[in-house]
């Protein structure tokens, strides 16, 4: 990533605005925006701040509903709150904690969700760790992926290494899960060497070794080696191949 602590600094406070172009730290408070894209070291959103532009950086942070109309590429990247993404991510190490939304793909190495995030394409990383609720429109894909529930989570499919989910324990995510939302993964297919699920709704899974925990209902599951399943779970059809 491109150093930019020679250049200036980006301040806007209030209801201020600014064009694009590269500084060494931006930093929006307030209603704040930003006219055109972004390059710069440190980048900040306190309070409902819009950058209509794409944005690189090595560290960002949103704090509140904070917007950026465009794509993002960050070392690090947390948003707080209900902040929103309308294009792509691309990070190294992404956070999430509230409930936002990106309107793209996300592509990271490592990625936490705590809260609820809501991606409109696929998503991929090496490690995904998700306590809470997601939506993904597309493919969650991962080295890695471990799934706390603790609301509604949902992706078309599903694809790893290794796959666990299990139930979360309710706690201050409640808030954000009301009722409603049922506790339960719902996917078409989820596919990889270890999986061991509960709470999950699917069509098919495919592993080398499955463990279908309780209150799972699967049409199909295919495995090579080793296959378990909890009384309380539902498996239509479970096949060696």
Known sequence: MVNFENQGDLLINGMGSSGGGSFNKVLINGKGNVQGDVECND????????????????????????????????????????????????????????????????????????????????????????????????????????????????AKEIGGRTITVKKGIFSFLNNLFKAVYPVSLTTEIIEADEIEIEYTNAKMVRGDNVVIGPHCHIDVVEYKGTFSQDPSAKVLEAKQI
């Open 43 to 154: 980048f900040t959103i306190n309070g409902t701040g819009t950058v209509k532009g794409n944005v690189k950086g090595n560290e960002g942070k949103i704090s509140g509903s904070g917007n950026i109309e465009g794509s993002i590429e960050f070392e690090q990247f947390t948003i707080e709150g209900t902040g929103g993404i309308q294009g792509d991510a691309k990070i190294t190490n992404m956070k999430i904690s509230g409930n936002s939304k990106i309107g793209g793909t996300l592509k990271a190495e490592e990625i936490k969700i705590r809260g609820k995030a809501t991606i409109a394409e696929d998503c991929e990383a090496e490690e995904f760790k998700g306590t809470g609720g997601f939506v993904i429109g597309g493919l969650l894909n991962a080295d890695v992926i471990d799934i706390s529930i603790a609301g509604e989570c949902r």
